[in-house]
């Protein structure tokens, strides 16, 4: 039997006895967003949960219930509309809307909903939160560490203030990083062949090297690295 590290499926018993094993709580900073014509919508969310299920079964821990909302840039069109994140790539031409993306909020918004989730596993007796997921909601995270620390008494792991220049997941938009995770974490959620065949012709609302290069053995290397950043960090911390 395969165990059990979501929050949401834990009875009482057993959410008191990961806790005590480990008091520590995975944040899936997900979206729903375009993430290439080849991932599915829940691209964001589902690469950090991945993540977050190994970490919390090879180190213990919880994974708790996704972020479904995010910050991003937003910008006021002429007819009204509004473009958002990458809408307005420069690997997005022309500019314009991409199909499925529904989780933009403004940053003040999603401060206030992340304090609400720490005070509440502050009080459900959790002693440090590691956090990751969307690019700007990994930066806001980053920005806020330490003061949330303060004012919550947790320990916080970010990506980019404890872990910069080493992390590897979730590192560009859709290419070959992200859809190696894809492929690794949830492989019937990628259909590589709907992109152009043509490699002349690039994948549009994508950022980085070719997803079309992407492989389920590169995620797992990317994933592996992560998590050795991860479980040395814990047990540096000693939580």
Avoid at 102 to 120: N, R, S
Avoid at 171 to 199: K, Y
Wanted: glycine residues 10%.
């Amino acid at each position: 039997m395969t165990e059990k590290v979501d929050y949401e499926e834990l009875l009482p018993h057993e959410f008191q006895a990961r806790l005590k094993q480990r008091p520590v709580g995975y944040l899936p900073l997900g979206t729903l967003e375009w993430h290439g014509v080849h991932n599915a919508l829940g691209a964001d969310f589902i690469q950090a949960r991945g993540l977050f299920r190994r970490a919390a079964a090879r180190f213990g821990g919880i994974v708790l219930p996704p972020v479904w909302l995010g910050p991003d840039r937003i910008a006021r069109q002429a007819d009204g509309t509004d473009l958002i994140g990458m809408d307005t790539s420069q690997n997005t031409t022309p500019n314009g809307q991409l199909p499925g993306s529904c989780y933009w909020t403004p940053k003040g918004l999603f401060l206030m909903l992340v304090e609400a989730i720490l005070a509440q596993a502050r009080r459900a007796g959790f002693r440090c939160i590691v956090a990751d997921g969307h690019g700007p909601s990994r930066l806001a995270w980053g920005e806020m560490a330490d003061a949330w620390e303060k004012q919550f008494g947790l320990r916080l792991l970010s990506a980019t203030r404890d872990f910069a220049g080493k992390w590897r997941t979730q590192m560009d938009h859709a290419a070959r990083n992200e859809t190696s995770i894809m492929m690794a974490v949830a492989p019937r959620l990628v259909d590589l062949s709907q992109l152009p065949a043509d490699r002349s012709q690039k994948p549009q609302g994508v950022g980085g090297e070719d997803p079309r290069d992407s492989s389920a053995a590169f995620g797992e290397e990317l994933i592996e690295a992560t998590l050795a950043l991860i479980g040395g960090k814990l047990d540096e911390l000693k939580v």
